[in-house]
């Protein structure tokens, strides 16, 4: 198990690094492409060539990218002819420490709500205090045993 944590841990560094590397960066409106191109002076004819194909099919491309439906070997291309490098990332919005809290908070509250509506039945509910309780407890034993269980839906 600790093995695993660790090897968790290395990959939660990768992503946090990444994420933090990619903060305030967004997509430019026109796709990163025409952007790079324009920022280079490089028409689309010119664009063209270097890649070996039409004109017609760069603006196809740009507009592709623009719109979400250009592949990934595409931008690769793409950004070779530019003289770039294309980088693909996947990022979380927060750090995943955060992200783990948060699903693990998320399901250990829905366990002791379910919990305690069948307490309810048998007149047995649980305090405010020992709802809080269990899901403190129930969100800790989430972070620290298996992380693949954490991610299973009931």
């Not at 649980?126 to 129930?138: K, V, W």
């Amino acid at each position: 198990m600790a093995i695993q944590k660790t090897v968790q841990s290395q990959y939660q560094q990768i992503v946090d690094h990444a994420a933090e590397a990619a903060r305030g960066i967004s997509a430019p409106k026109e796709g990163w492409i025409r952007t790079t191109r324009k920022a280079l002076g490089m028409t689309g004819t010119q664009l063209a060539q270097r890649m070996g194909i039409s004109k017609a099919q760069v603006s196809q491309t740009e507009k592709g990218e623009a719109g979400g439906s250009v592949t990934i070997k595409t931008m690769e291309k793409a950004a070779a002819a530019l003289g770039c490098r294309f980088v693909y990332a996947v990022v979380p919005e927060t750090m995943t420490a955060d992200l783990i809290n948060r699903r693990a908070r998320e399901k250990a509250r829905n366990i002791v709500e379910k919990v305690n509506e069948h307490m309810a039945l048998e007149a047995q509910t649980l305090s405010s205090e020992q709802i809080s309780f269990e899901i403190d407890r129930l969100q800790d034993e989430f972070v620290q045993g298996k992380p693949g269980e954490l991610w299973n839906d009931e």
